[in-house]
């Protein structure tokens, strides 16, 4: 995986039966909503860069499972998407099927798109229920549009790497990590190699924190 300066250590030490969770990434899921336990009004000033991750609280046996949108800076446009893994593989190949997909529109619209999993329909019980944004005085959409290409073709992987023999990551959180970071996105919390999405989520306390409901 590499890149973005991301530390070695791992932030868990998880048995195998854990990581084979992890890899569903989304799917499995049970629907339970986790409401906001701290909110913030997400700027609308169109003039400055902003994020939003996306969350499925309950995805992969309740690790989590995450998504992400940015801003086209300047404008009332956003770019959301996410990998949502549909085969739940530890590993797919670069160039393989990881369930990736990516959309462009107004806030308004990409709320709506992902809290009915409108791009991605029919692979997990529940949406998205629930999202954290923040404004970002700094924005590259160059950049994280050729990050998106990048996740979009690089396979996936949890856990042990067929190829190289090496502990990593390629999943959910690490495609919403990387784009968010080559969008550089202030206030936005490294994501370690094999890192929990539930538990970075929490990470992001200078984000707004609501719950998402179908619209």
């Not at 701290?38 to 003039?47: K, L, P």
């Not at 050729?146 to 996740?151: F, G």
Request: glycine content about 12%; charged content about 20%.
């Amino acid at each position: 995986m590499g890149g973005w300066g991301r530390k070695r250590g791992l932030r868990w030490a998880a048995a195998a039966g854990a990581v084979a969770a992890m890899a569903a990434c989304g799917p499995v899921d049970t629907g339970a909503v986790v409401r906001p336990s701290a909110t913030r009004a997400h700027g609308t000033s169109v003039a400055s860069g902003g994020a939003c991750v996306f969350v499925k609280p309950d995805g992969a046996q309740k690790f989590g499972h995450v998504g992400w949108g940015f801003r086209i800076t300047g404008t009332d446009r956003w770019v959301y998407g996410a990998v949502e893994n549909p085969s739940n593989a530890l590993y797919t190949p670069p160039g393989g099927d990881i369930g990736a997909w990516h959309a462009e529109g107004t806030y308004a619209r990409m709320l709506s798109d992902m809290s009915r999993d409108v791009n991605y329909p029919g692979k997990s019980t529940h949406p998205y229920s629930r999202y954290r944004c923040t404004d970002s005085s700094t924005s590259d959409v160059k950049a994280a549009r050729a990050m998106i290409r990048t996740v979009e073709k690089r396979g996936f992987l949890v856990g042990v790497d067929p190829e190289t023999g090496d502990l990593g990551s390629r999943d959910c959180l690490d495609a919403t990590y990387d784009v968010l970071r080559a969008y550089r996105t202030r206030h936005l919390t490294p994501a370690y190699r094999t890192e929990i999405p539930n538990l970075w989520v929490e990470t992001l306390v200078l984000w707004s924190d609501s719950a998402l409901k179908p619209r």
